[in-house]
């Protein structure tokens, strides 16, 4: 120590130790007193330093810091005694705490801390360990590491040397759940076109589970209730706990490499996401994914989603589910073989009956040559019977005809006579008539003379009338005389006056009488 | 021939029954040949007898080694 520092302790005890002489080295120092309730953590400073009780004397006046003076040891010394012990005294350990601190270094090695809520220690997991693991460490995650305390001399130091680490409690758990989930998603073990489909129709199939557990009961009732067909073959494993996911993985394989089976069941009952955890390794889910026999995930409950769910071709939400879903294709196919043979029977009597139909319709327009006759006799029938009716009648007629032409035939001399007869009567007739005509000609001139008679201008003079003439010409009105009194009458040309008077011949029915005229006085018009 | 194939065979002649277009002959055999395996199909999912065995192990030739299965009381 420097002489400062020396100082200073000395000084900050000498208030304490005015009467303690420091005691003669070859004193043993008594142990059994010695106060040793100063055990501070290893990375708490020295220099930092904490007042202290008189306690520290012992009995014997000495002062406990004298123990031990005999051998004085250098740091790397201690630390060398501690590291032996410490790794000596404690195996390898699981220990569970919350990771904090965590610093993944540029090396690839992890250093953290473990707390709980009332103290700490450091961690140190290195590459080679920690790329095994599942999961990506994160503050705050509660996990369970397995590994050895050592202690780090350089800076003595002592820690977990973490060989490996699991998550724990369920929120680390689902973190790593989801972490492994996202990876293996992206790394394409979910892809869907590469799910196998189920065969409709299996025989073999194989159920990986528990033999005492209750999904291999639940299983076999469906299985035994649903199909007779199907031949189960049990592979026992463990579904929980240390080692189950080997033995799963082993399972699998076995299933994959015997070429036996038709379809798996890898199917356990329900749990909590630690039981059911082995079904989220990823060894497990790997070995699913290379399986080559189709096989259905039926882990859990309902509600429960394991890793082995997404990988697999199928997944089901119980043991029961997956037992109905391997046997689905056997109840359909009863139905069906029910429907096939209904449907051949319909559609080969359906076959015969039109085959039938079309028979009797055939046989129906096929005319019998006795119906053929029969119909052809009844017309020839019917004609000839109307035939001979017309002919009847013609030959009525035909007599009737000639009946008469006979007759006429057989009487020409009466003929002869009616025509007489016939040609004296038109004669009679026709001289009557002539003579009416005749008669009524007579009449008629006869008539026509009295008229004529009648209209004689000289019978008027018989009644005693007179014709006036001059000149030989008549004169009908006082008009056709000229003032001079002579005759102008129609059409005559007018005389000169040197005409004497006009000299007028009356006739009368006996005579005449020549006049002259003295006056002439036209008869005014009424 | 397996049962698969019983099975497309069967679906098959119910088609071809359903369509109708053969001789009396052809459809004659073809029924004859469709109740028939149909029968077959029937008696094999019926009268089957279901087994329950466990895997013990996997012999030389690649074969299952099976044995009894039992249920356990848990």
Known sequence: ???????????????????????????????????????????????????VSSSFVKKDKTSVFEEGRQKVYTVSEINRVIKKQLEGQHPKLWLKGEISNFKAHGSGHYYFSLKDSQSQINGVMFKTYNRRLPFQLENGMEVVAFGKI???????????????MEPAGAGALAKAFEQLKKKLKTQGFFDEDKKKSLPPYPREVAVITSPTGAAIKDVLNV???????????????????????????????????????????????????????????EEVAKAIYYCQVPLVSAVGHEIDFTISDFVADLRVPTPSAGAEIVSQGEQELREKLGFFNQSLKRSFHQR??????????????????????????????DWSQRLIQSSVRFTKNLRLKIQLKRKELRDPLNKLQKDRDKEKYLKKQLFWLMEQKLLHLKKDFQKKIRLLESLNPLGVLDRGYGILRSKGRVIQSVKDLSPNHLFLGKGAEPKTSKQKNTEIEVELKDGFISAEILKIKEKEKL | ?????????????????????????????????????????????????????????VSEDGSPVLEEFEEKQT
Request: proline residues 4%; charged residues 30%; neutral net charge.
């Open chain 1, 1 to 51: 120590m420097s002489n400062v520092s020396k100082n200073k302790i000395q000084g900050s005890w000498d208030h304490l130790l005015t009467e303690i002489d420091p005691p003669k080295t070859d004193q043993t120092p008594d142990r059994s007193d010695s106060v040793s309730e100063i055990t501070l953590p290893s990375t708490v400073d020295r220099r930092i330093q904490t007042p």
């Open chain 1, 150 to 164: 050592t202690v780090y001399e350089p800076r003595g130091q002592y820690q977990l040397f973490c060989e490996n």
């Open chain 1, 223 to 281: 299985l035994t209730r649903r199909s007779k067909r199907i031949q189960v073959t049990v592979i026992p494993t463990r579904v929980q706990g240390d080692g189950a996911s080997q033995e799963i993985v082993k399972a699998i394989q076995r299933v994959d490499q015997l070429n036996y089976f038709d379809v798996v069941i890898l199917t356990r009952g329900g749990g909590s996401m630690e039981d059911l955890w082995c079904f989220n390794e």
């Open chain 1, 352 to 381: 015969i009956f039109n085959n039938k139909k079309q028979i009797v319709f055939y046989q129906k327009r096929l005319v019998s040559p006795e119906k053929f006759l029969r119909d052809c006799t009844l017309r020839v029938d």
């Open chain 2, 1 to 57: 021939m397996s049962f698969e194939k019983k099975l497309s065979r069967l679906e098959e002649i119910v088609q071809k029954m359903e369509a109708g277009e053969m001789t009396l002959d052809e459809s004659l055999k073809l029924f004859e040949e469709g109740i028939k395996l149909s029968r077959e199909c029937f008696n094999e999912i019926n009268t089957a007898e279901q087994r329950v065995k466990k895997l013990v192990a």
